[in-house]
Every structure is written in C-alpha cells, then in structure tokens.
C-alpha cells in the first residue's frame, strides 16, 4: 500500500512539474483549459479520471488520513485562498458575530433542513490535527473541531439518486462586470460520509477565524486545500455537477484543476 501511495505522488509530482513547464513557456500557454474540444484538455481531464478512479480502488473508502500529536501544531493556520468576504450577506452576519447564520442542505433530499451555528456546536463534536497541503505548495499542521458533515446528511435524508454534495459559499473568488463569482466546490458521497470529514468551526481550540473560513469551513482531509471550502452556507445534493459554473465541479476546477484533488 505504501508504494502505491508513493507512486500516486510521483505521479502528481510530474504533474506538477509539466504544469511548471507551461508556466514558465508563458500564460497563453494556458489557453486550452477553456477549449473543451482541445485534446490536451481532453487527456488531462482523463488522467483525472483515472487518478480519481485508481486511488479509490488501490486506497479505499475509509483509509483516514494522519493525524498528529498536539506537539507538532508549530505555527498558526496559514489562510489560504479569500480571506475576507465582502458580500453584504457576509458582512451582515460578521457584524452580528454570525447569530443569524444558518447552514442548508437542500436538493436530493427528503427534507431540506437548516441549522444554526449554535445547533451545528451542540451536536457531537470530533477533534483532529492533520496536515492541510495546499496545490501551492505549503503545508500546516492544525487542529481542527467539529461536527461530521455525514450525520448531518442524515438528518436531511439523502436521497438514493444522489451522487455529489455542492458546498455553495459566502466569499466573492472572482469580481467580474456582470457581477461577484462566488466560491463553490464539491465532492462525492464517499468523501461527505467520510469519518473525518467535518464542518469545523474550531481551529486550534478556538473559535474559527475570519481568515480561516468562519463561522464554518468544510475539512476533506484527505484532499488538497481548495476543497476545503470556507465561508460554507448551503450545501446541494445533486446527481450532476454540469449545472454549476462551467460545469466542472468548483471554482478552481472550471478553471483548469482537477475535481477529485485528493492526496
């Protein structure tokens, strides 16, 4: 298992170093990820098929991702991606020191339910340090506090239909003249129910900063940090992801990365 494990990083590591080539050739060098027809485009979206399909099958399900002794947490949480949201839905919840915040789970389910921050803190809690990798190449050991997103699922009744949770989000990724483009990325099912999939709202043993993703960010632990979605207010149980932005997933996986992301 070990080495098949490696194998998988020095897989990604090439990957990596192909993408380095194409940065320093230039940016335009970039211009087929928003080709769908170009055939580069095509062979990377199937490695990532591939890449998604081999560690499911060579890793398995419910393989955890390490945890840490309390020793090892050296530095706070670097923040990565947005830092401070500005839309007025946000803006208007921070001012209120997020009371009126409210977490959704709507779609393929038998009941679309709602939970407060407070309600999100009184259900059983998990506590894990893990190592966040970020696709940028930094990594930070952490603490992370809170609820497993799979029992809250349950509460919703997922439906057997359902295939992908969308993790919709408060922080305005991208402003264009038509308007803010808004954070969203997604995962399986198999990722959602995982043990330590969590919806934090701890860091470190204390409330989850601003720049960290509060009031609640989503931990997939065994995934790279941009699916790890902050700022998380609606989650969307669907059977397709081609609805949603350019139909790849997330934010950063219309632009170009791979949807599964795992590590």
């Known amino acids: 298992m070990t080495r098949l ?17 194409l940065m320093l050739s230039g940016c335009d060098q970039f211009d087929f990820l928003g080709q769908r027809g170009h055939p580069l485009r095509q062979a990377l979206e199937q490695a990532n098929v591939l890449t998604y399909r081999a560690q499911r099958t060579l890793i398995g399900d419910a393989v955890l991702a390490r945890e840490y002794a309390s ?11 947005s830092t401070e949201p500005t839309t007025p839905e946000y803006l208007a919840l ?10 959704t789970i709507k779609g393929l389910v038998e009941r679309e339910v709602s939970f407060s921050l407070d309600e999100l803190r009184n259900m059983p809690a998990r506590s894990q340090i893990t190592r966040h990798d970020c696709v940028e190449g930094w990594s930070c050991i952490a603490k992370w506090t809170g609820t497993a997103l799979g029992p809250v699922l349950d509460m919703a009744g997922v439906k ?15 402003r264009t003249l038509s308007g803010d483009i808004l954070y969203y990325t997604s995962s399986d099912l198999i990722d959602a129910y995982h043990p330590q999939t969590l919806l ?10 601003v720049s960290n993703g509060a009031p609640i960010r989503l931990r997939i632990e065994r995934a790279l940090g941009y699916k790890q979605p902050k ?17 790849k997933g997330g934010y950063w996986e219309d632009n170009g990365y791979d949807w599964y992301g795992g590590i």
Not at 200 to 209: I, M
Not at 234 to 240: N, P, S
């Open 200 to 209: 934090s709202y701890g860091l470190n043993d204390v409330a989850l900063p």
């Open 160 to 174: 057997p239909e359902a295939r992908f949770c969308v993790y919709h989000c408060f922080d305005n990724i991208q």
């Open 5 to 21: 494990i490696v194998n998988r990083r020095r897989f990604l590591s090439g990957s990596a170093a192909l993408g380095s080539g």
């Open 231 to 247: 700022y998380l207010h609606t989650i969307e149980l669907v059977d397709d992801l081609t609805p949603f932005g350019r139909g």
């Open 71 to 81: 020793s090892e947490i050296r530095q706070g949480m670097k923040p990565n991606g």
């Open 94 to 103: 921070k001012a209120q020191n997020f009371a009126p915040y409210r977490l």
